[in-house]
């Protein structure tokens, strides 16, 4: 079963950097694409970005040109840089497949604050 273990949220204040980590087990690592998720409070959860396992990226417009996904197999860790973050990015960002393995799937997130 596929545990999903995210960290390096915090917070910041807005045009600062963040770097997440997600550390995934239970799986085939570097044959999934891989993606990362955001919820705000009172909003449904949103793609933000994916790395396919040919290190391909996709990303949400809102974030395009300033966040960078990456991943390294051999830790089985997928990451985001997030930088010139806006108070908007405020969020509690998640790690999963992409599409999500589903409702099971997801960890328990790290939390995103970004002051103005």
């Known amino acids: 079963q596929v545990q999903l273990v995210e960290s390096g949220g915090g917070l910041v204040q807005a045009g600062g950097s963040l770097r997440l980590s997600c550390a995934a087990s239970g799986i085939t690592f570097s044959i999934h694409t891989m993606g990362w998720y955001r919820q705000a409070p009172g909003k449904q959860r949103e793609f933000v970005a994916a790395?396919?396992?040919?290190?391909?990226?996709r990303y949400a417009d809102s974030v395009k040109g300033r966040f960078i996904i990456s991943r390294d197999n051999a830790k089985n860790t997928v990451y985001l840089e997030m930088n010139s973050l806006k108070p908007e990015d405020t969020a509690v960002y998640y790690c999963n497949a992409f599409p999500s393995w589903g409702s099971g799937s997801w960890g328990q997130g790290t939390q995103v604050t970004v002051s103005s």
């Open positions: 790395i396919f396992s040919s290190s391909s990226t």
